[in-house]
């Protein structure tokens, strides 16, 4: 045990444990991984709701829907949402998928709960930190939930918050407190983001057990640690740009606001600044951040089935050239969200290539993924399932990316529902598969208790169906140049066509979406009724099998952290008694540990 | 069990990448210090990178050494003599440190403290400057939005840049200040390691470095 | 950490550099050289600076390789964004 891991291991043992300390500012990773994961759940629903909505509105433009009033009041007077508030459903939708619901549920929740038991540490280097990092992010929800509430309406310009729409109070409604609010609760969540990664990183190199070199870290460990690598270098150029927008805003400097603009008659005073460089600042962000929320879900899949095909990991070591590869090229591929920004036709070209080239790591992954199934002994277990959907939906993104990194295609693309159905499989659904993945694989670690299988299967069958009957017309209507963001086809003809399979992608919607709710039963229920788990429930080689009880208290081993002599995918070996070796059993190795 | 396993574990168990030990050979807190620094350098390369788009867009970007020529008490114009003087001191300031660091590793509490003083004063001292400086110019007539000079956006990023460093020379000086309390108190002495001193440190170089960038692009070119 | 690394004598030297080029930086623009010369001698007395800080200031110089790697090699990123949008700006007004 280094001095580090022992002086860590005496603060927890002089630390009482009140409901307060112990539930709430707890700082044990574990407790403080369940809040990231219950929150996340939360904004989940919240989000879906939004999207329900949405769906229902471009499904059955101009017509009475009672419950919109009773559930949204002033947005939607007599039953009938109105289009201002229909962009701000949107830009909420995506806001809170994006850094509440897949940000959080994945890297705050598996982060947290998983680097210590995975690397054979006692708790985060930084417990006290770890702990403000989710307070920070809970602010930040109050504030984000807060700007549903003002008068004029949450934020309506996009979770790209592009200027000048966002920048201009006066432009539209949601542009007033709302997008003011939703900036205020950004910047927390840049906080909380960067104490998070902080702390990630330093563990991950610091506090590994001994005999955990890099290389024997389990997928996902490595894959939390880059993301977290990510956060801590893009975030703070959002931070820079929050900033800057911020300014705009409150104190009227022109960043962002063009010169000679119109707002209805009349002829704003702003001088000279440039909406595109928001564009270049956020992409900057961006990009990084659809890397930040993919890789823990790759890597939680890469685990996951490894683990239920029996096999070791296919290709190991490529699978962490891979998520490296695919990490430093997102910093260099920001502009391919800007190709019709006007930009100079070399620079576009540039960021052509390098993002077909993250193509390559991509398609690495997968065909890792799937000689690692190939002829193994499957165990169709929920998180199996859904590690294999995830592999399914990655695969179709995956491919329209490579259509949409190209600067010819994506001129006749760029915002029309080709573009919703791309980062819905391979950002979105993708990612949200990782997070079930992750919850069915680890439900048995975090709450001692089994989920149901046979509910898991279901719940994985609907709404893996669901994804692809919601998603893949969109490419159709795409293609054809239906716009997004609109809130309503009923202008042009070309898009009226589209009308019955709008309401054929709502009614999968709310199918899919109600398919939720086993879930969610699965999930409370399981907490408090399911079976008592083993310790090694799916006969997993990683470390957080090893605890002493299947639900460990803090400081996670009772005794000794164990030493590691492998690596951590050793399925089906030949020597051993079992058809997997833990990292931990030193059979063959003598007493060489105790010296 | 295979002999090559075996010596394999014993070299993973030597090595410093093996666990259970530093990799880098510093302790979690001074690297997490170094990557925070990497971070907050992410955010002033922000700052300065979106200057540099306005800088080489605008026409009629001010000539600062036209701008910045107030000195106090010598009523004289004395282009940018100022600044330069607000860069020496902040320089100082850094060398301070780095001995008041080296002083404490040598267990010397008295030289410790002294030295952190002078870093203190030094600092204290470039803010009252800054705060001089943004006096001076807003009475020239420098405002978020406008300036009598040419294009509103070189005030808007002077403000910005500057007052985002100022933040941080702020709250380094808060850090400082704790810090010079806990070894007056001995409290580094107890735990024995000074670790905290130069870890506070690293955050008031790195200060004093974002300074040196923000006087060369924004004053100097 | 060896003294080596914590000697004054090092520290005062590393001041007096300092102090050297921040003059030289401050004389050499009332000397009338071409724009370019002028902005590039500004930049890499900028770089010294800041290399001289990082290095024995910040004693980057006297860790490991690793950690000098991974602290430096970041910045890269930054930098690219600086150049790109030094390039957009080139290309485009406002």
């Known amino acids: 045990m280094s001095s580090e891991q022992a002086s860590l291991h005496v603060d927890i043992e002089h630390h009482k444990e009140s409901f307060i300390s112990k539930y709430i500012f707890s700082y044990d990773h574990k407790m403080i991984g369940k809040q990231y994961m219950i929150t996340a759940l939360i904004w989940a629903l919240i989000g879906m709701g939004l999207s329900w909505v949405m769906r229902i509105q471009l499904a059955y433009p101009g017509q009475q829907i009672p419950i919109f009033e009773t559930l949204l009041g002033r947005y939607a007077e007599g039953g009938i949402l109105a289009p201002e508030y229909y962009i701000a459903m949107m830009t909420m939708h995506g806001t809170i998928m994006v850094f509440f619901v897949l940000t959080a549920g994945l890297v705050g929740t598996f982060g947290n709960f998983l680097i210590p038991l995975q690397i054979g540490a006692r708790d985060m280097a930084f417990p006290l930190i770890n702990m403000l990092s989710y307070w920070t992010f809970f602010l930040a929800s109050v504030v984000m939930l807060l700007s549903f509430f003002v008068e004029s309406g949450p934020a309506a310009a996009g979770w790209t918050a592009y200027p000048p729409l966002s920048a201009l109070s006066s432009a539209i409604p949601g542009s007033g407190a709302g997008q003011s609010l939703w900036l205020l609760s950004i910047a927390l969540f840049i906080v909380s983001s960067l104490f998070g990664s902080l702390n990630y990183i330093v563990t991950v190199l610091n506090l590994r057990t001994k005999g955990m070199t890099l290389g024997r870290m389990p997928l996902t460990v490595w894959a939390v640690f880059i993301a977290a690598i990510l956060g801590l270098l893009a975030f703070p150029v959002l931070l820079a740009g929050a900033i800057m927008l911020l300014l705009d805003k409150h104190l009227a400097t022109s960043f962002f606001i063009p010169a000679g603009l119109y707002v209805g008659d009349a002829l704003l005073s702003y001088e000279g600044g440039s909406p595109i460089l928001w564009q270049h600042i956020f992409w900057f962000f961006g990009h990084p951040e659809v890397y930040i929320v993919a890789l823990p879900a790759l890597g939680i899949c890469s685990e996951v089935i490894a683990t239920c095909a029996r096999k070791p990991l296919f290709g190991y070591k490529a699978m962490i050239a891979s998520l490296l590869a695919i990490a430093f090229l997102s910093f260099i591929v920001w502009g391919h969200h800007m190709f019709v920004s006007g930009m100079n036709p070399f620079l576009g070209s540039v960021f052509v290539l390098t993002t077909i080239l993250i193509a390559v790591p991509s398609a690495v992954k997968v065909f890792n993924w799937l000689t690692t199934l190939w002829r193994g002994k499957i165990h169709y277990t929920p998180g199996m399932l859904f590690a294999m959907g995830l592999v399914s939906l990655f695969i179709t993104g995956g491919l329209t990316g490579i259509f949409l990194g190209n600067a010819p295609i994506d001129i006749q693309l760029h915002d029309t529902y080709f573009v919703v159905a791309h980062f819905h499989f391979v950002m979105g659904a993708a990612a949200l598969f990782g997070i079930f993945a992750g919850i069915y694989h680890w439900f048995p670690k975090m709450y001692g208790r089994m989920m149901s299988n046979m509910w898991g299967r279901i719940h994985f069958w609907l709404t893996f169906v669901g994804i692809y009957l919601i998603f893949f017309p969109m490419h159709f209507m795409g293609t054809t140049g239906v716009p997004r963001r609109y809130y309503a086809f009923t202008e042009f003809e070309y898009t009226m066509q589209y009308g019955g399979m709008n309401e054929f992608i709502t009614i999968a919607t709310l199918i899919t979406g109600a398919a939720q709710v086993i879930f969610l039963v699965n999930f409370f229920g399981s907490m408090f009724f399911g079976k008592k788990a083993e310790t090694n429930p799916w006969k997993a080689a990683t470390l957080e099998w090893t605890t002493d009880d299947p639900m460990p208290g803090h400081g996670n081993w009772k005794g000794e952290i164990p030493t590691v002599y492998r690596g951590p995918h050793e399925y089906s070996t030949p020597d051993g008694k079992e058809d997997f070796i833990l990292q931990t059993d030193s059979t063959g190795f003598g007493k060489m540990d105790k010296e | ?221 | ?94």
């Open chain 3, 1 to 94: 950490m060896s003294k080596q690394e914590h000697s004054k004598k090092v520290y005062i030297k590393v001041w007096i550099w300092l102090l050297a080029i921040t003059i030289a930086g401050f004389i050499v623009s009332p000397l009338g050289l071409p724009g370019w010369l002028h902005n590039l001698f500004i930049v890499i007395i900028a770089l010294m600076k800041g290399g001289l800080i990082v290095a024995y200031f910040m004693h980057l110089k006297f860790e490991r390789l690793s950690l000098i790697y991974s602290i430096l090699l970041p910045l890269i990123l930054i930098v690219a964004l600086a150049v790109a949008l030094l390039y957009e700006g080139t290309t485009r007004f406002l």
């Open chain 2, 1 to 221: 069990m295979n002999h090559d396993a075996v010596l394999e574990q014993k070299k993973i168990m030597e090595s410093e990448w093996g666990g259970g030990k530093a990799p880098f050979g510093v302790s979690w807190r001074k690297y997490m210090m170094w990557i925070f620094i990497v971070s907050d350098a992410f955010t002033f390369g922000a700052f300065l990178a979106a200057y540099g788009l306005f800088r080489v867009t605008s026409a009629g970007w001010p000539d600062t050494y036209e701008v910045f020529t107030a000195f106090p008490f010598i009523g004289v114009e004395a282009p940018m003599l100022f600044v330069a003087m607000m860069t020496f001191i902040l320089i100082c300031s850094s060398f301070t440190m780095a001995l008041a660091v080296s002083a404490s590793y040598k267990n010397d509490r008295t030289k410790a403290l002294k030295f952190l003083g002078l870093t203190i004063l030094g600092g204290s001292i470039f803010i009252l400057c800054q705060v001089y400086e943004w006096y001076h110019i807003i009475h020239d007539g420098a405002t978020m939005t406008s300036n009598p000079w040419g294009v509103p956006l070189f005030s808007a990023t002077f403000f910005m840049i500057t007052g985002f460093h100022g933040l941080h020379v702020l709250s380094g000086l808060i850090l400082l200040t704790i810090t010079a309390l806990k070894v007056k108190r001995g409290f580094y002495e107890r735990r024995g390691s000074y670790e905290g001193v130069e870890i506070v440190g690293l955050y008031w170089h790195f200060v004093d470095l974002v300074w040196v960038f923000v006087f060369t692009f924004f004053y100097l070119l």
